[in-house]
């Protein structure tokens, strides 16, 4: 978990039932974007019933889910950033798919990260794409 924690109840990508929408739509920007996840335990489809077996299971799941975020992978669309003293940079987790590349290329040089995260108001979380 998150941390190293293990706790169900502080990490929500270890609680059982966590229902996430696969599409989302932002409410400021109106964008539509895919919810990334390292895996997902299954789909089921919106106007299943919660006690329905899921449309497809762990295996199945990941290997639509990789499908589907495959064209928005494409090297024309990513931004690689090359880092230098004094850069910042920022994004929106909402709608933005990010991560770490390898230290390798700074190593023996001192690097400062730091992570700023802002609480919204519920209403002002991302929503399904199709309600």
Same mark, same amino acid.
């Given at each position: 978990g998150s941390k190293g924690s293990t706790d169900a109840a502080?990490?929500?990508? $270890?609680?059982?039932?966590t229902t996430v929408p696969l599409?989302?739509?932002?409410?400021?920007s109106g964008k539509r974007s895919l919810v990334g996840s390292y895996h997902v335990a299954s789909i089921s489809l919106m106007e299943d019933a919660p006690d329905a077996p899921p449309r497809l299971g762990f295996e199945e799941a990941n290997r639509y889910v990789a499908d589907a975020w495959r064209p928005g992978l494409a090297d024309d669309? $990513?931004?690689?950033h090359q880092w230098q003293v004094g850069d910042l940079v920022a994004w929106s987790n909402r709608l933005v798919i990010h991560t770490a590349t390898s230290t390798v290329a700074y190593k023996g040089e001192s690097r400062l990260?730091?992570?700023i995260r802002m609480r919204s108001?519920?209403?002002d979380a991302?929503?399904?794409?199709?309600?």
């Open positions: 502080w990490d929500v990508n $270890l609680a059982a039932g599409v989302v739509r932002e409410r400021h669309l $990513l931004y690689k990260h730091t992570r108001q519920p209403e991302p929503m399904p794409w199709k309600t």
